[in-house]
């Protein structure tokens, strides 16, 4: 998991990627959050539980500073599969960042924290909580006293070609891959150019386990070449399946041929009387079982 935390990591992280995911998600395509705005958060806080000392890491998280006035932090986390427990995994991380303003006696103003849960499952939809309330039983008579807590989650899979055409960063061709395999048609690349292309390379193995994305990367010479886009990639990997089906054909094909081989040799043996089976069975080292069904099929020597 840890190993997969980090490339996922990966795409995210470069500011022009984060600023367009959170411009596309919260603000509908407005370009209000600039990448020159933003600066890398130290994602891991701590929390006491039991007496000890716990970290809390986000995958992604940011400072986005608008101006002088306002300062806001964006934290993301990445799912695959759907977390039942999100809503006390989002209330921690959220506590944890305000708790750390509430020690820092130098900041000057206090700001909002924004989590967003990335969701690139494609076989179902979030069905998990969505909100404390559904997270963990509330009596009625509590419900007026205890705070509801809601969390934001995306997915991704689930986005319509509008909202996708919307971004503007390498994250579009993410977008596109999980949507199009949700609707189990075919990946239809563009020519447009991948600007980080080790980190969506990186990004796909980590969501899809598809080790041939991280393979077309290093054995194609693609690092090197520069101006890669989806087309290569695809082709590489396309060009690969073909080499590796056709390298597996013949193999298959010449197993077949001894197998074909060995049958004949076997009805000849039979026919011409040279030996028993289990001695026929020895010579041509295949089980007497094998050499019997084959018997039953050659006509017997009168």
Same mark, same amino acid.
């Given at each position: ?7 996922? !990591? ?5 500011? %022009?990627?984060?600023? %367009? ?15 020159? =705005?933003?600066?890398? @958060?130290?994602? @891991? ?16 998280? !940011?400072?986005? +500073? ?24 989002? /209330? ?24 967003? #849960?990335?969701? *690139?499952?494609?076989?179902? +939809? ?21 705070? %509801? ?9 689930? &986005?319509? %070609? ?24 075919? *990946?239809?690349?563009? +020519? ?20 041939? *994305? =991280? ?6 010479? &693609? ?23 056709? =390298? ?16 004949? &040799? ?17 010579? #041509? ?8 069904? /084959? ?8």
């Amino acid at each position: 998991m840890a190993e997969k935390d980090i490339t996922e !990591k990966n795409l995210e992280s470069w500011n %022009d990627v984060f600023a %367009d995911i959170v411009n596309v998600l919260l603000f509908n395509g407005k370009r209000l959050v600039k990448e020159d =705005e933003l600066e890398t @958060d130290a994602k @891991d806080s701590q929390i006491k539980a039991d007496g000890k000392i716990h970290e809390q890491e986000r995958d992604v998280s !940011k400072f986005w +500073r608008n101006g002088e006035i306002r300062i806001s932090i964006l934290g993301f986390e990445n799912q695959t599969a759907q977390d039942y427990d999100m809503p006390l995994r989002v /209330i921690s991380y959220d506590g944890a960042s305000y708790k750390q303003e509430l020690l820092n006696k130098n900041l000057r103003q206090k700001y909002p924290v924004v989590t967003l #849960v990335l969701y *690139f499952g494609t076989k179902e +939809r979030w069905t998990a909580p969505k909100n404390l309330y559904d997270c963990i039983k509330v009596p009625s008579e509590l419900r007026p006293f205890v705070s %509801d807590y809601k969390i934001n989650v995306f997915e991704i899979a689930w &986005l319509d %070609d509008e909202t996708i055409g919307k971004f503007q960063s390498d994250f579009k061709f993410v977008a596109r891959y999980f949507q199009t395999k949700r609707l189990s048609k075919r *990946f239809e690349p563009t +020519r447009e150019e991948i600007k980080h292309v080790d980190g969506l390379l990186k990004m796909f193995v980590a969501l899809t386990g598809d080790k041939y *994305f =991280e393979q077309v990367y290093n054995e194609g010479n &693609l690092r090197e070449k520069g101006g890669v886009t989806m087309c290569e990639i695809v082709e590489s990997f396309v060009r690969e399946g073909i080499e590796k089906g056709i =390298e597996q054909g013949i193999e298959q094909g010449i197993e077949q041929g001894i197998k074909r081989g060995k049958v004949e &040799l076997i009805k000849n043996l039979i026919e011409s009387k040279a030996g028993s089976l289990e001695q026929i069975a020895s010579w #041509v080292k295949m089980s007497l079982a094998e050499v019997q069904k /084959i018997a039953d099929k050659t006509p017997q020597p009168i």
